[in-house]
């Protein structure tokens, strides 16, 4: 993973601050959101809440109905600090951060059976570049995720490198049976991938596609549906295949490892590099026809 630039931190809030994000359980995951020490300070005491969803200029938590807390915010004028913490794959230590808030409202949380409810919060300050960066990756990533969504990445050594994707060799699960696969390229939207075998019967099915990537170490399975088969030239006995996904079952983490991929090869040159470009290679993203 690439460190953002001051510029970058700067971009991702101008466009996407008041991007409401829900923290549902794929959302923690992608983030590595710790839950337990996620808490609500006010006057000096803390207490435990549940982030139900945030942007770069508030949040919405789920906190105890109980009047004292009520109280207590209002004697400090509605002023109140949210604590987040996340587990970072390339850190050995939590992410943890305040960042000062007012409580704007309250409303019932229907599932707390009455000892719970919203409240939301506005920042009285910028969120931490940390979470800037955090957020904003898993927000541009959601967002490419259609807007390049065809754009290939052919996957040589470089590209498996900065992909993060342990090996090409993996399997595509058809009816429920596996079948070992090389993979030739991936995008948002797809891949291609070689098996052995004719491979006429398997277009227009269903198939659930694994892919195994570092940092973190996760196996992802991709479900989607065969559309498409061609000979691989020189070899009778393997047919390539391209599989298109469902877009509403792509995980997340895999959205990130993409877009961060694209973000690297489409960086612009830098002065030194535009005065003295470096030899022309070939390129390792392309669109899809």
């Given at each position: 993973m690439s460190i953002p630039t001051s510029q970058q931190i700067g971009k991702w809030f101008e466009l996407y601050k008041t991007i409401d994000v829900t923290y549902t359980k794929e959302i923690m995951k992608s983030t590595g959101l710790d839950t337990r020490g996620v808490f609500l300070k006010c006057v000096g005491e803390q207490w435990p809440c549940v982030i139900y969803s945030s942007s770069f200029v508030g949040a919405k938590v789920i906190v105890s109905a109980k009047q004292a807390l009520t109280d207590r915010i209002s004697k400090a004028n509605s002023a109140v600090s949210l604590r987040f913490s996340f587990k970072l794959s390339e850190k050995p230590d939590p992410v943890s951060f305040f960042i000062g808030a007012k409580v704007t409202g309250y409303a019932v949380y229907a599932q707390g059976g009455g000892d719970l409810q919203y409240a939301s919060l506005q920042?009285?300050?910028?969120?931490?570049?940390?979470?800037?960066?955090?957020?904003?990756?898993?927000?541009?990533?959601?967002?490419?995720?259609?807007?390049?969504?065809?754009?290939?990445?052919?996957?040589?050594?470089?590209?498996?490198?900065?992909?993060?994707?342990?090996?090409?060799?993996?399997?595509?699960?058809?009816?429920?049976?596996?079948?070992?696969?090389?993979?030739?390229?991936?995008?948002?939207?797809?891949?291609?991938?070689?098996?052995?075998?004719?491979?006429?019967?398997?277009?227009?099915?269903?198939?659930?596609?694994?892919?195994?990537?570092?940092?973190?170490?996760?196996?992802?399975d991709?479900?989607?549906?065969?559309?498409?088969?061609?000979?691989?030239?020189?070899?009778?006995?393997?047919?390539?295949?391209?599989?298109?996904?469902?877009?509403?079952?792509?995980?997340?983490?895999?959205?990130?490892?993409?877009?961060?991929f694209l973000g690297q090869v489409r960086q612009?040159?830098?002065?030194?590099?535009?005065?003295?470009?470096?030899?022309?290679?070939?390129?390792?993203?392309?669109?899809?026809?």
């Open positions: 920042y009285t300050q910028r969120p931490p570049d940390d979470l800037i960066d955090i957020m904003g990756r898993l927000l541009e990533a959601n967002i490419n995720s259609t807007r390049r969504r065809d754009e290939r990445i052919l996957l040589n050594p470089d590209a498996m490198r900065r992909l993060c994707l342990v090996s090409k060799e993996s399997y595509i699960y058809v009816q429920g049976v596996p079948r070992k696969c090389i993979l030739r390229d991936l995008s948002f939207s797809g891949a291609k991938a070689i098996i052995v075998g004719l491979a006429k019967f398997l277009v227009g099915k269903e198939c659930t596609l694994r892919i195994e990537m570092e940092e973190p170490r996760e196996s992802l991709v479900k989607g549906s065969i559309v498409r088969y061609e000979d691989v030239e020189g070899r009778k006995d393997l047919t390539a295949i391209a599989i298109h996904f469902d877009e509403q079952a792509v995980p997340m983490t895999f959205k990130m490892h993409i877009n961060d612009p040159r830098t002065e030194e590099e535009g005065a003295h470009p470096a030899p022309a290679s070939p390129p390792a993203a392309e669109a899809r026809p």
